[in-house]
């Protein structure tokens, strides 16, 4: 299919030097029904897009919905109409939208359907100023074709600094000691502290704010260890961190930084059971989302010892309630969510939100969009079930690997009947990437900002395309198949004979099916979640494993079994629609021709 391009405009004169696009990247971002600026997205890959822009005298409008920096603001005026306008109820907001070509928030406003509907299609941008999005329906903007971009990097050095502040406070009861004194009393021995210097701080989340902290703390005269499965293990060594699993990292600490997303594998990843493994007198920061710890269960550790003190900026629910004993505990201090509050981090945050919704108002692309671009509806047609399969194969992959374990080069292949030069794999690269990182990061990855993402993170994804010459030209892929090199598995069998986790896949009547797992051949259909065991191939196993899930109401959707020889070794497949309790999992674990096993959520 040729490249071709619609004659359109952007909604702002191109700059002198103008970023040229990204070979791998693609998007279209509709304007109004005058104007618009776009890429098609060509099938074959020697096909280059084509760009045109036509300049335009008007200036577009930009809301500014709550409080920006002064230096933000500047640059949205040098090339725009700027209406700030705060504190808007919706009727107000519905109303002023319609005339406006970009929104710029901040977490107080929300940015509904509704909001999206009410501009009558003139919204094509939504900056977020910050990380978080929780308060903008990205399935909304992507219907109504409006980029959202946010600013997850400016708040970086303010959100370490926070940490470390808190870890020093709590040390030495700061606040305690604060409040004290302004009471009119003068408890200095009730107040001792304990010292940094040659203690054992793990920084649970390696990525820019948690090696910020690391850096701090080894100023300090910290030992540091960190957990964090993508971490470059060349980059902790730079700096002296040494990389460790997660239950090395709780157990042998003095302090517990936290700087992980709040993502399914993480929620409440403090509990009962972890908070039994941690060294006795542990202290714990959390400057990172309060959903990571089960507060219910922090404040049993508290109160048992298990915990010394805890230092939160972040709660599960925001504000916390006046009556939280969590709060109110006296070994814990608290403060208001200020991880980002400095002067500096506030104008940083106004100058990247405002460069990425001028440059989305330009046409060009941003890496930090958030949402889903448009594309091609032939093409989405086509791939659309292998779309799925190949994040799906992303997840399995990721989830198979060790903790401990740095992901840092992934190797894809795909089997079609088709020419190399006629199969376009960037949405299905991109979802693989989804696949890999989403699982365990905050990061919302798509056709946009894959590749970025990726490489900012050191991760490394070759594809080889091969041809299979009894398939048929009709269907764009016969399988995919993904291996992640140099790393260790929770699940041995899933390790190819030449050292590679190896997950294949293949698309069947529509639905996705994962047909290899390691050398095993196998065939489950990839819907809710998998079981995967390796056992010795004998009489019952089926059945017994089947009793067990049954017990617990746990409907089974599919099962197979991939095997060497007969009364050798297998690998059994089982699909199940609802999550089994540990307990039900611990009971497949114990049966004695089950060798391992392991529980992989879709």
Not at 92 to 113: F, N
Not at 310 to 332: G, I, N, R
Not at 472 to 484: A, D, G, R, T
Request: hydrophobic letters at 45%; glycine letters at 8%.
């Amino acid at each position: 299919m040729a490249a071709s391009a619609s004659a359109s405009s952007s909604f702002l004169p191109a700059p002198a030097s103008r970023k040229s696009l990204p070979s791998s990247l693609s998007w279209k971002i509709p304007l109004s029904s005058a104007f618009g600026v776009s890429v098609c997205l060509p099938r074959r890959r020697q096909a280059a897009p084509v760009f045109v822009v036509v300049g335009m005298e008007a200036k577009p409008t930009v809301l500014v919905a709550e409080k920006l920096g002064e230096a933000g603001l500047k640059l949205l005026k040098d090339v725009a109409n700027v209406d700030c306008s705060y504190n808007l109820s919706p009727e107000e907001l519905y109303t002023k939208i319609s005339l406006c070509d970009a929104l710029i928030v901040r977490s107080a406003t929300k940015v509904t359907r509704d909001v999206f509907e009410a501009s009558g299609g003139r919204l094509k941008v939504v900056g977020r100023a910050g990380v978080g999005i929780d308060n903008v329906d990205l399935a909304a903007a992507t219907e109504h074709g409006c980029l959202v971009v946010n600013a997850p990097t400016a708040n970086t050095v303010a959100a370490a600094e926070h940490g470390i502040a808190l870890l020093a406070a709590m040390a030495r009861n700061i606040a305690q000691a604060d409040a004290s004194v302004k009471a009119g009393k003068w408890q200095r021995n009730k107040y001792v502290g304990v010292s940094l210097v040659s203690k054992t701080l793990a920084v649970m989340g390696f990525g820019k704010v948690g090696s910020e902290v690391a850096r701090r703390a080894k100023g300090l005269g910290m030992h540091v260890v960190a957990h964090d499965p993508y971490a470059p293990a060349d980059r902790a060594r730079a700096i002296g961190v040494e990389l460790v699993s997660f239950d090395e990292a709780i157990s042998t600490s003095d302090f517990i930084s936290l700087h992980m997303p709040l993502t399914a594998a993480t929620s409440k990843v403090l509990n009962d059971e972890t908070f039994a493994k941690m060294k006795k007198g542990v202290r714990i920061v959390n400057v990172a989302r309060g959903g990571v710890i089960d507060e219910a269960a922090l404040v049993k550790a508290l109160d048992a010892g298990i915990v010394a003190q805890a230092a939160l900026d972040v709660f599960t629910e925001e504000p916390p309630s006046k009556d939280s004993k969590l709060v109110l505990h006296d070994k814990v201090t608290v403060t208001p969510h200020l991880g980002a509050s400095t002067m500096e981090a506030q104008e940083g945050v106004a100058i990247e939100i405002a460069e990425a919704v001028v440059g989305a108002l330009r046409g060009e692309l941003a890496a930090t969009a958030v949402n889903a671009p448009m594309v091609s509806a032939e093409v989405l047609t086509e791939l659309k079930p292998f779309v799925q399969l190949a994040e799906m194969l992303g997840r399995l992959a990721v989830q198979l690997v060790a903790g401990g374990s740095g992901v840092k080069s992934v190797k894809v292949t795909y089997a079609s009947a088709r020419p190399p030069d006629d199969l376009d794999t960037r949405l299905l690269r991109a979802m693989i990437t989804k696949g890999l990182i989403e699982p365990i990061s905050s990061v919302f990855v798509n056709l946009v900002n894959a590749d970025f993402t990726a490489k900012q993170r050191g991760l490394r994804i070759g594809e080889e395309r091969i041809i299979i010459l009894d398939g048929s030209p009709e269907n764009p892929l016969e399988s995919i198949q993904v291996q992640i090199a140099n790393v260790q598995s929770r699940f041995a069998s899933a390790m190819s004979e030449s050292g590679e986790i190896t997950v294949e896949g293949r698309v069947k009547d529509g639905i996705p099916h994962l047909t290899k797992v390691g050398s095993f051949e196998v065939d489950v259909s990839l819907e809710g979640s998998i079981i995967l065991c390796r056992q010795i191939d004998q009489p019952g196993m089926i059945g017994r494993v089947g009793s067990i899930l049954g017990e617990e109401n746990i409907n089974v959707s599919f099962m197979s079994v991939g095997r060497i020889a007969p009364r050798k070794h297998a690998v059994m497949a089982i699909g199940v629609d609802e999550q089994p309790s540990s307990e039900s999992l611990k009971r497949i674990g114990e049966i004695s021709a089950i060798e391992e096993f392991v529980f992989l959520k879709l």
